[in-house]
Each structure stands twice: as structure tokens, then as C-alpha cells.
């Protein structure tokens, strides 16, 4: 992610270390899982919760040789936690791990860019009511048509996020699936109440049907939803930037005290924001 443009909440979800984490915590509440079922002795998991860890570069450094990210994992985390390593990954496939901690992420994320949606969303409204009688004018193909106020320009974004944010919302619950599942999905090797164990803690629900994968139409729901957000405050910014030109300058963006416009032209106010 490039950091200028992006939230240290969002950036700190998909960093390494929090991937590894998730990892790591999925393979221990399978643990409890089995644990509760008696199928593995409790006093394992409890060795296994004092001695797991893992680090990013032993990890490196392992899928460099075996080529594969889940055993390069459970290979550096099994140096530390030894004997009752034995017990951990029993009955998963290397997908159950990597796609439930992607719904993980991903509904994490779409928490935060609710939060971030919600506030932009108050603002636009704060400003449509400051400019409702601001009169402007109106555009059709691009030339000069009626006149309006440049509080409805902004009413009309204001109802087009939020209809934004109820895109996400249900896409956010579409995404928030995991599974437990086995290889293909068979359950063959672990059970689903281990599955609907897991899942419930992560704040997920168990994949009604999964094969080797969850579903991949679940994805492209979630990411189509954030395209349209992108594409409208893409149509926002496109706007403010027209109006903000030296031939049009009907609006601004805000240039605070000290801010600079170019390296070489003095004069010149650009637009950063949008």
C-alpha cells in the first residue's frame, strides 16, 4: 500500500505479521476445537498456546525450499513449539487457513472503510445544507444549461453514498465466511462442529458449501462493491477538479497556510485532495 494514501488501521491488516497471526490463531482454535471433542489431549493446546510463534523471515527463508507459504508457516512455528506440534493442522487443508483469514481481513476492512464512508458521508451533508441556496450553475453535456445551487450537486452525492454504503454492508456480510472444511471440502478428516467452533469466534459464519475454496463469487461481490464506491468518488473528485480550474474556479479545495503549489510556478493552487 502506498503510505500517503492510506489508513495506518487498514495498512496494519494486511501487513505480514497480522496474516501470520490470523494464521496462527485459526490453527489454535481448530486445536481447541479438537481439544473439546477429545480428540487431541487439552494439555497439547495448552503447550501450544505457551510455545507458538513464528518469524517472517524463518518463514522466508523455509518457502524458499519447500515453495509453499502454509508448510514454509507450520514448519518455522513447529521449531518452536515442539512435540505438540503433532496436533496442529490436523485434518485441514492449507485453503481452510488461507480463505478464512481472508474473510477475516477483508470484513475487518470493510469495518473501517464503513467508518471512513459514514464520515464522509456527514460531511457531504453538513455541505449540502451550508450551500443550498449557493447558486451555480447547471451543466448538460458539459455546457452551460440552467441554473441550480451547488447544495444540490452536493445532495446528489450525498444520496449516492449512501447508497454506497449499503453496498458494502451486505457485501461485508457476504464476505464474512470462512471454512473448516478438509481438502476438496469433504470434511473427511475433521468435523463440521469444529468448523462452526472456529468460525464463530472469528466473527464468521461457516460456508453453507465449500469445496477446496470459499466460493470465489463472494470476492468478486465484495470487490465489485468497493469498484463503484471508487468509481464515485472518483466522479466527486473529477468534479471538484473542473470546478477548481482557472478558467471555471466556481469552487476550491482548501489551501491551508504554508501549503505550496509547485516547485516552480509560485502562483499556482492545485488540487492534492481530489
Not at 5 to 17: N, Q, V
Not at 49 to 56: C, G, P
Not at 144 to 153: D, N, R, S, V, Y
Not at 249 to 266: D, I, Y
Request: with cysteine; proline share 3%; hydrophobic share 40%.
Amino acid at each position: 500500500m502506498i503510505s500517503r494514501y492510506s489508513l495506518p488501521e487498514l495498512t496494519k491488516i494486511w501487513e505480514l505479521e497480522n496474516k501470520f497471526d490470523i494464521w496462527l490463531k485459526i490453527e489454535i482454535l481448530v486445536c481447541e476445537a479438537l481439544a473439546k471433542r477429545r480428540e487431541i489431549p487439552a494439555s497439547a493446546v495448552a503447550e501450544i498456546k505457551k510455545k507458538a510463534k513464528f518469524d517472517i523471515h524463518r518463514i522466508e527463508e523455509i518457502e524458499k525450499e519447500v515453495k509453499h507459504d502454509v508448510i514454509a508457516f507450520l514448519t518455522c512455528v513447529s521449531e518452536n513449539v515442539g512435540e505438540a506440534n503433532r496436533y496442529m493442522h490436523l485434518g485441514l487443508t492449507s485453503s481452510d487457513i488461507l480463505d478464512t483469514t481472508l474473510a477475516v481481513q477483508l470484513k475487518e476492512s470493510a469495518r473501517l472503510i464503513l467508518k471512513e464512508l459514514e464520515s464522509f458521508r456527514d460531511a457531504i451533508k453538513e455541505q449540502a445544507f451550508r450551500h443550498k441556496d449557493v447558486p451555480t450553475i447547471g451543466r448538460s453535456h458539459g455546457i452551460h444549461a440552467e441554473p441550480l445551487t451547488f447544495g444540490l450537486k452536493l445532495a446528489v452525492w450525498y444520496e449516492e453514498t449512501c447508497r454506497n454504503l449499503e453496498r458494502l454492508k451486505r457485501a461485508r456480510e457476504r464476505i464474512a465466511y470462512g471454512q473448516i472444511s478438509g481438502a476438496v471440502g469433504t470434511f473427511s478428516n475433521v468435523d463440521p462442529a469444529v468448523e462452526e467452533y472456529v468460525c464463530k469466534k472469528l466473527g464468521l459464519k461457516p460456508a453453507p458449501i465449500s469445496t477446496q475454496i470459499v466460493q470465489r463469487d463472494r470476492h468478486a461481490e465484495f470487490f465489485t462493491t468497493l469498484a463503484i464506491i471508487a468509481g464515485s468518488i472518483d466522479k466527486f473528485a473529477t468534479e471538484i477538479r473542473h470546478l477548481q480550474r482557472t478558467e471555471v474556479l466556481e469552487a476550491e479545495e482548501f489551501f491551508s497556510k504554508g501549503q505550496k503549489g509547485s516547485s516552480a510556478m509560485p502562483h499556482k493552487r492545485n488540487p492534492i485532495i481530489s
